[in-house]
């Protein structure tokens, strides 16, 4: 069965440090992996994915993950964070396994980005 | 660009209402979704469909039920409308053998 654990609930950074949000998963296929990210009072905008291409998977607003099959994990990082990067970030798990196609969002990490 | 509509941003109902979301799509896609998210526990899947007049259950379908008429719209369903059904609501959708999900901007459902 799939599943998606947020390691951290929330995470605090100071600006133009860098940011790790951690994420591990459980899938029986090859599943598909992403990040989304959701500003305050605005929809989910997607980061970036990764479908078993190259491992390192490069995103938008500078944000990159590294897909690691032995350690079940996903790790959502960028090196010097911004104070625009405060909002909420889902990691989720896609696959079509039996029962069809699902996908399983994680609980959250909330970024919030010091002065 | 894909466009996924919500048709309210707000919502305030009654316990014991019948509630309708709507939810409408502009790319064609196949599939469309309907989540709940609530502070600690992400987005739960309540029902999807992969085509029109077919559905299925996802994690937390009891209380809900969907239609789906058109390809292009999918609408959820509060037969009788509880305070803990209170909650942001989110519409999804995408192409058949694509991964990515496009979103709606959500309804915040208040129901009192």
């Known amino acids: 069965a799939q599943s998606v654990t947020q390691l951290d609930s929330h995470v605090s950074v100071s600006e133009g440090t860098p940011v790790l949000l951690r994420c591990n998963y459980s899938s029986s296929y090859s599943p598909s992996l992403f990040w989304y990210v959701q500003h305050p009072n605005k929809g989910l905008q997607l980061l970036l994915k990764y479908t078993s291409a190259a491992t390192l998977v490069k995103g938008i607003n500078g944000f990159e993950a590294e897909f690691k099959k032995s350690e079940t994990s996903f790790h959502l990082t960028k090196p010097s964070a911004h104070m625009s990067d405060a909002a909420e970030y889902f990691c989720v798990v896609s696959d079509t396994g039996t029962g069809g196609f699902k996908t399983i969002f994680g609980a959250g990490t909330r970024l919030f980005v010091k002065a | 660009d894909v466009k996924v509509t919500q048709s309210s941003r707000y919502l305030v109902k009654r316990t014991g209402e019948k509630v309708f979301l709507e939810c409408v799509q502009d790319?064609?896609?196949?599939?469309m979704f309907w989540y709940r998210q609530d502070p600690g526990l992400g987005l739960r899947l309540i029902y999807f469909?992969?085509?029109?007049?077919?559905?299925e259950k996802g994690d937390i379908p009891e209380g809900y039920s969907v239609s789906r008429e058109k390809k292009e719209r999918f609408s959820l369903i509060l037969e009788s409308a509880s305070t803990n059904q209170t909650s942001m609501y989110l519409c999804?959708?995408?192409?058949?053998?694509?991964?990515?999900?496009?979103f709606g901007q959500g309804t915040r459902l208040t129901v009192v």
């Open positions: 790319m064609d896609h196949e599939n």
């Open positions: 999804a959708s995408l192409s058949l053998g694509a991964t990515e999900a496009f």
């Open positions: 469909s992969y085509d029109v007049k077919m559905k």
